[in-house]
């Protein structure tokens, strides 16, 4: 069972470059999610979708874009990296916002 | 301050040994808890949702205590394979879900 993937599994990037990390589930689940794990940190909310077509900002959004075409994409963009964007990438699903998430194996991001 | 709080650890206990973790929580109307696990460079997964009445599954017992705004996780029996971080994570309502930085155990033999 394929459940939530992600791509790529891990990146380095310079500094000024931009990004799009993919995100595909197969759950038809309404909602999305993107955060990031920074040690000490823990899991941040980026961005967030209820459903398709729609999205909002998370905990930490400045410097990344989603969108939500349909159900079973939710890319991340980061325009212009910076360093401080180094990082472990989770994207994440839940049939609704009541029900737990399902998490996707991560993107490792490093920016140089 | 956080809103939700863990004890980072690590707890390194025996196999066989029963295990405890709490985590505070610090807004009152957050409604629905969590405890997920997450193995070292691996995704966060699901170990189960924490019930007012408290819950059980296998080994491991949630508590749930309003009054304190503390939710606990009790593993019994501990084993090898056990050790992982644990997250403790609230929900308020409909709102996004907050985590804490998570618990690690580390069972040896």
């Known amino acids: 069972t394929a459940g939530i993937t992600q791509a790529p599994t891990s990146q380095i990037l310079a500094a000024g470059r931009s990004m799009t990390l993919r995100c595909t589930q197969d759950?038809?689940?309404?909602?999305m999610y993107w955060y990031r794990q920074d040690l000490g940190l823990g899991l941040r909310l980026i961005h967030y979708s209820n459903t398709a077509g729609t999205t909002g900002k998370g905990e930490v959004p400045d410097g990344y874009s989603v969108s939500r075409a349909n159900t079973d994409d939710f890319p991340l963009t980061l325009a212009s990296a910076v360093p401080s964007q180094t990082s472990v990438y989770f994207c994440?699903?839940?049939?609704?916002?009541?029900?737990?998430?399902?998490f996707g194996d991560g993107t490792r991001l490093s920016i140089l | 301050r956080k809103e939700v709080e863990q004890d980072p650890g690590p707890f390194n206990v025996p196999e066989g040994a029963t295990v405890a973790f709490n985590c505070t929580y610090s807004?009152?109307?957050?409604?629905?808890f969590f405890w997920y696990r997450q193995d070292c460079r691996k995704e966060p997964k699901l170990l189960m949702s924490?019930?007012?009445s408290g819950n059980e599954d296998g080994r491991f017992t949630a508590q749930l205590n309003r009054a304190s705004q503390y939710i606990s996780l009790l593993i019994r029996d501990s084993k090898l394979s056990d050790s992982a971080t644990y997250l403790c994570?609230?929900?308020?309502?409909?709102?996004?879900?907050?985590f804490g930085t998570g618990t690690r155990l580390q069972v040896f033999p």
């Open positions: 807004n009152s109307a957050s409604q629905s």
């Open positions: 924490v019930y007012s």
């Open positions: 994570v609230v929900k308020r309502g409909t709102d996004k879900l907050i």
């Open positions: 759950m038809r689940h309404n909602a």
């Open positions: 994440a699903s839940s049939d609704n916002g009541n029900q737990p998430q399902h």
